[in-house]
Nanobody
Framework: QLQAYGGGLVQAGGSLRLSCVVS????????TGWFRQAPGKERERVAH????????LYATSVKGRFTISKDSDKNTVHLQLNNLKPEDTAVYYC?????????????????WGQGTQVTVSS
């Protein structure tokens, strides 16, 4: 089970920190990540972090602005969103892979949380 929170309404240029508490699976062994989906658009990869935390991967559109991290002690994945833009408006979903020791979240075998809404006003 995954519980995401931290979304909200923010002005362009602002920041938010999303968190995803994972239960039932120790994220220290699994790749995790964030996807987002805006109304009328397909789901988009945002960021991934490998099981070891040594590798991260970002969508081009968020590179340099977003940072993914995880706290294995709290079994929680974070996504720091800085310099937000109106085009970042979406529901953000966290996911954890079902295959151990992966470097990138595979959405086809991931478990997902319920999503948290991020709205950026211009």
């Amino acid at each position: 089970q995954l519980q995401a929170y931290g979304g909200g309404l923010v002005q362009a240029g602002g920041s938010l920190r999303l968190s995803c508490v994972v239960s039932g699976r120790t994220i220290g062994y699994y790749a995790t990540g964030w996807f987002r989906q805006a109304p009328g658009k397909e789901r988009e990869r945002v960021a991934h972090i490998s099981w070891s935390s040594r590798s991260t991967l970002y969508a081009t559109s968020v590179k340099g602005r977003f940072t993914i991290s995880k706290d294995s002690d709290k079994n929680t994945v974070h996504l720091q969103l800085n310099n937000l833009k109106p085009e970042d408006t979406a529901v953000y979903y966290c996911g954890v892979d079902s295959l151990r020791f992966g470097t990138k979240l595979d959405p086809s075998r991931a478990t997902w949380g319920q999503g948290t809404q991020v709205t950026v006003s211009s």
